[in-house]
């Protein structure tokens, strides 16, 4: 296997520098009782020092052509279980069984109960943790899959690219504030670790990159029932970014089969709100955002 290859159409990168592996596995916080998911080990850099930290690591590749390489690098590290597979397709239940959360469990009372299903204990002991140097072009439905599917882990620590991290990372006001950095902050409180340039990877890749750490909320603004409305409120309110709030919504169907909403029906959910109908949508809280639809779906 030392002819082995980097594949560009799997956004391969490999990290090779023992210190930001460190940071990596420093900044997601996994102890001696904890469960790592690694996303992409490929080689296994990351895997191994991972496995000196944590009780088990499940290291989820897609490429079957580096498993063997990755299995001989780990052989020393009996806590690591291999699994070929695409993370888009995993099936989270076999790494968290009956612990695996469901959408019931958020926003409820019993959600603080230290019951046998609660997000902060997912495995028998420790915490479920998340981590990976993601490709590129994948990002963002890697990390939506995994916090759509409620999946209870306790953090997700990503290299992602450095563009795309100063996007998650964003708060209101600024050029990178969007959607994205809303959808990912609803779940999840999102802080910039370090950045990590291009030379530190094998292959170089042609922009550099940035490590995400993401500590996942027990709790979360809106109801499950009411969640599919607000980001459907946020992408609409996004789709034209230069106009002000009032004008992006115009037409907006804040339900299934409601008649789409008319200038009257914004002011008036707007004043509800106490948000001033000048405000273009980058300055508008997720908190805010998460009243505007409720009041929408009240009206």
């Known amino acids: 296997m030392a002819d082995f290859r980097a594949k560009k159409a799997l956004g391969q990168n490999f990290i090779n520098d023992p210190q930001i592996i460190e ?18 080990p490929g080689k296994g850099a990351l895997t191994c020092t991972l496995a000196e930290r944590a009780k ?11 498993i063997p390489l990755l299995k001989g690098n780990l052989a020393g ?6 699994v070929n597979e695409d993370i888009l397709k995993f099936d989270w239940s076999r790494v968290v069984g009956n612990s695996f959360a469901t959408e019931k469990q958020f926003n ?12 902060e204990k ?45 996007r998650i990372c964003a708060g209101p006001g600024g050029k990178d504030y969007g959607v994205l950095s809303i959808s990912l902050q609803y779940y999840a ?68 089969g409601a008649a789409p909403l008319q200038k009257e029906d914004i002011l008036k959910a707007l004043a509800a709100c106490g948000i001033d109908e000048k405000r273009r949508p980058e300055t508008l809280s997720i908190e805010e955002f998460a009243a505007l639809s409720r009041a929408f779906l009240c009206s």
Do not use: W
């Open 23 to 40: 940071a990596i596995v420093d900044a997601c916080g996994a102890g001696p009782d904890d469960t790592v998911v690694e996303i992409g």
């Open 56 to 66: 088990r690591v499940i290291a989820v590749e897609l490429d079957s052509s580096v």
């Open 77 to 82: 590290a009996p806590n690591v279980e291999v």
């Open 108 to 119: 409820s009372p019993q959600a603080d109960a230290k019951t046998e299903q609660d997000p």
């Open 122 to 166: 997912p495995c028998n002991s420790g915490v479920l943790r998340i981590v990976g140097n993601l490709p590129y072009y994948i990002t963002t439905p890697i990390l939506l899959g995994i916090l759509e599917k409620n999946v209870p882990a306790k953090s997700i620590t990503v290299m992602v690219q450095k563009e795309v991290a100063e």
């Open 189 to 256: 409180d999102c802080s910039y670790v370090l950045n990590v340039p291009a030379e530190y990877f094998t292959p170089r890749p042609k922009v550099d990159s940035a490590v995400v750490h993401m500590t996942l909320k027990k709790e979360r603004l809106l109801a499950p029932e009411e969640e599919p409305q607000f980001f459907a409120l946020v992408k609409k309110a996004f789709s034209q970014r230069r106009k002000t709030l009032l004008n992006s919504l115009v037409g907006y169907c804040p339900a299934s």
